[in-house]
């Protein structure tokens, strides 16, 4: 029961999923893995292609889905989201709050002070709206489970990087606190680290002009090393969680690389310590 294994034999059947950007990358494999596992899925992105294309695939596996095209920012389109999906699938079970972008890069005193904060808006307001929109069902009927996707950059400084590594941070401490709100509420929430996987900033850092001891240059020796991974890896992880195995774990920050059944074993010993959270040391 590791981050890294396989899902085939879980079985999600009767779950209803909402993936956000899924229409591509690591959000599609998440789809994908769920819809094969068995659940039924709302695809959220922006773009309608790629939207269509995730829903045709799952489609062609002989999984449920369904598009529904929002931007994850905007309060409205996620309230209507839910409700197609609870009307057209049934109850949400599972929202999986996966869309995010990385900002500029370069010097905070040289980014657009616009762009910045939108950085901040989809990678903090999305997960924050989707968790929202879904938990008041989730709680009425004492069952839920809640998974955002962050990242490694959330637990400290990304010179060059810093909306998207603040965004994450931000998104780690968003998933802990609700955590502690909806335990008694039988809900648990997930913040996960994909790894290091091809997405398209990775692209884009790797492909900019930047100065080797910046991201690109961090990346392109990444890329070399060959320290990547398949977006599968998080897509197992997501299934995994999804199936309620790691339920005691509700609140920590999981990666890909963990050995879930592991750290399962030592619920209590990380509940209490607080483990696997953002902390002061001193």
């Known amino acids: 029961m590791s981050g890294n294994g396989t899902q085939q034999d879980i079985d999600l059947a009767g779950q209803v999923a909402i993936v956000t950007g899924g229409g591509r990358g690591i959000g599609r494999a998440m789809a994908l893995a769920l819809a094969e596992a ?5 695809v959220v992105a922006r773009t309608a292609d790629q939207l ?33 999906v609870e009307e057209q699938l049934g109850p949400v079970d599972l929202m999986v709050n996966n869309a995010g972008v990385g900002g500029q890069i370069g010097p905070m005193w040289e980014n657009d002070p616009d762009r910045w904060w939108h950085c901040i808006d989809v990678n903090l307001r999305g997960p924050f709206l989707c968790s929202r929109a879904v938990l008041p069902g989730m709680i009425a009927r004492r069952r839920g489970r809640i998974i955002t996707t962050a990242s490694g950059a959330g637990l400290g400084p990304w010179p060059y990087v810093a909306a998207y590594a603040i965004g994450k941070c931000a998104a780690i401490r968003f998933s ?17 680290h994909p790894g290091f996987v091809r997405t398209d900033m990775v692209a884009d850092a790797v492909e900019s002009p930047d ?10 020796k990444s890329l070399a090393d060959g320290h990547d991974v398949p977006p599968e890896r998080a897509a197992d992880l997501v299934v995994l969680l999804a199936s309620g195995q790691a339920d005691a774990l509700s609140g920590c920050f999981i990666t890909v690389d963990d ?14 310590d607080a483990l696997y959270r953002l902390r002061l040391r001193t």
Not at 176 to 192: D, G, K, Q, W, Y
Not at 259 to 272: G, K, P, T, W
């Open 38 to 42: 068995g659940a039924a899925v709302g």
């Open 52 to 84: 269509a294309e995730t829903v045709a695939l799952i489609k062609e596996a002989g999984g449920h889905a369904v598009a529904c095209p929002a931007d994850v920012t905007d309060r409205a389109a996620i309230e209507r989201v839910v409700t197609q």
């Open 176 to 192: 802990e606190n609700l955590a502690a709100e909806t335990r008694e509420h039988s809900v648990s929430v997930f913040v996960i």
């Open 211 to 220: 100065d080797e001891e910046w991201l690109g240059g961090l990346f392109r």
């Open 259 to 272: 050995d879930v059944a592991e750290l399962v074993s030592r619920a209590e010993e990380i509940q209490q």
